[in-house]
């Protein structure tokens, strides 16, 4: 959350960079998955093993409005808490509104927000009452918002866009995100932007992923050991993984890519948190949090 | 939250109950989007169209390994912060052990934790330091977590594999699922389970969904007119649209499906909360809210 410009900055830079310099790395972005695993064995799983995200190097061409309803009506069809849909999609065209809100400029902006004022304004219109008002009903409407957004993200993908989903709404004075777009007061909580576009060049490489130890736990939880830590480290620092966000660390001076991610990347929490953020202010003033 | 096992009952039942009665109303479940859009474009499209949920109603039929596999690999593809994975996914195929865990069983279960642990132990693996001790941590890796979960249930779809996306973890007491899965006591929540089965019974029809008012704004908030939100009342209430939970509220003496919501399925809501609920002590305990 710190080093906000630094970060976006780096992150372009580094997408820019790494088309020259990894190429040698890269593996095809039609490979599939990992090689243990077998291949795809339908069209959908395809897609979701080419879902990649693109730092907000997008052209200013519009994506057209029959693709928007697709991604939409896509979007909507998530799994969610009875059926109540506590959540509100933002469509933002308007790409000066778009960079404003989220920090970043695509071909669309989708705002996905915990909103239970529709739902409110239901149970006014009909005589009743209705309380969203503790942090429970921000987690499970978090959920739905989420798994909405992700369904649009690979439908997007689906159609050959490409996506960032960012938290930039979140960086700097969050109150603007409420003013630009009017969002209710209460009850609604901006909580991950999509933004839809196409990239002004084609990444090299997919980011690759851990995949097993820490990530993935067989019947109860596993701590890793630690030789299962040291080659977690070296995964990290195994070029041709692209787990990294960057290949720059050993140039820096670090010994691992995890040292530089500690040290460079988050430095801003590497000591406890000594007073109240600004989204908790947020959240209690949403009404998402009981007293 | 509250009445949970009538809860649990009731959709179990009108599950069954609509096997019967709602033939005549029922649309094919590949039939694709609402007709006022244009047919799914591609297969992951037409995947997204027939996502549906299974309330329990699962066979005691195992998950082949390889497809568990196969949705692990895919979740893991979800965009995420800094490639940072702070989640973990607990597989438990233990049917009396998914049970106790999330309160239903089906073929397999993938339980979705925020989790930074290992990142964790990566930093003091490496003489460094990582607080991830306020609310905004919670807020991303929620928002990964999720997206992670909403791609494994889409891959489990295009497997012709069912789901149900449950937040049974919180209800009851939350510890016990600490204690069942040994799960670690700072920094890792348990956020939605996965359950994946195969139903007893097909679905007649899919749930319908709300698609512009209230739930689209564009460009920026609309909040409803009394003239929408009585069109709203009127799409819950229409049958052929199944947004409704069930088609009894009319005989049950409510004029409207809304009424139901309220009155019955919401009822515990009707009130504001007026102490601090077992959900925020959790996230208290876990180190997720800042002083």
Redesign the interface.
């Known amino acids: ?1 710190r080093n906000q410009k630094n970060r976006r900055d780096f992150l372009k830079n580094s997408a820019m960079l790494s088309s020259g310099v990894i190429l040698g790395q890269a593996h095809s972005l039609h490979a599939g ?2 090689k243990k ?2 291949a ?6 395809t ?3 080419k ?1 990649r ?1 693109i730092h907000g190097n997008f052209t200013d061409q519009a994506i057209p409005d ?1 693709q928007i ?2 991604i ?3 979007s ?4 969610n ?5 506590t ?8 790409r000066e ?1 778009m960079k404003r809100v989220c920090q970043y400029q695509g071909g669309c902006m989708l705002l996905y927000c915990v909103d239970y ?2 739902i409110k ?3 006014a ?2 005589g ?9 009903s921000l ?2 409407a ?2 739905n918002t ?2 909405a ?3 649009a ?3 997007a ?3 050959g866009l490409d ?1 960032l ?1 960012t ?1 930039g709404i ?1 960086r700097g004075n969050m109150q603007r995100v409420w003013e ?5 007061k209460e009850h ?1 909580f901006p ?2 932007a999509v933004v839809i576009g196409y990239p002004t060049q084609e990444p090299d490489h997919l ?1 690759g ?3 097993d130890v ?8 596993h ?2 050991t ?1 030789e299962e ?2 080659t ?2 070296r995964q990290y620092d195994n070029k041709e993984k692209h ?3 960057n290949d720059s660390w050993g140039q820096q001076g670090h010994k ?1 890519y ?2 530089w ?3 460079v ?2 430095k801003g ?5 000594e ?3 600004q ?2 202010r947020m ?1 209690k003033q949403c009404g998402f ?3």
């Not at 808490?81 to 849909?85: G, P, Y």
């Not at 009743?128 to 429970?136: E, L, V």
């Open positions: 959350m998955p990992p695993t077998t795809p064995a339908n069209e959908t799983l897609t979701l093993h879902l995200t029959d309803e697709q939409l009506q896509a909507i069809r998530a799994a808490s009875s059926n109540m849909q959540y509100s999609i933002v469509v933002v065209k308007d509104k004022n529709r304004a239901s149970a219109s009909l009743h009452t209705y309380y969203p008002d503790s942090i429970g987690v499970v978090g959920i989420a798994f957004a992700q369904t993200v690979i439908a993908r689906s159609l996506c989903t938290n979140h630009i777009l009017d969002l209710p609604c909580l991950i980011r992923r851990l995949s820490g990530v993935i736990h067989r019947e109860s939880y701590q890793p630690p830590l040291e977690v480290t787990i990294a966000l691992h995890l040292d991610l500690f040290k990347w988050l929490a590497a000591k406890p948190t007073k109240e953020t989204m908790l959240l949090v009981e007293a």
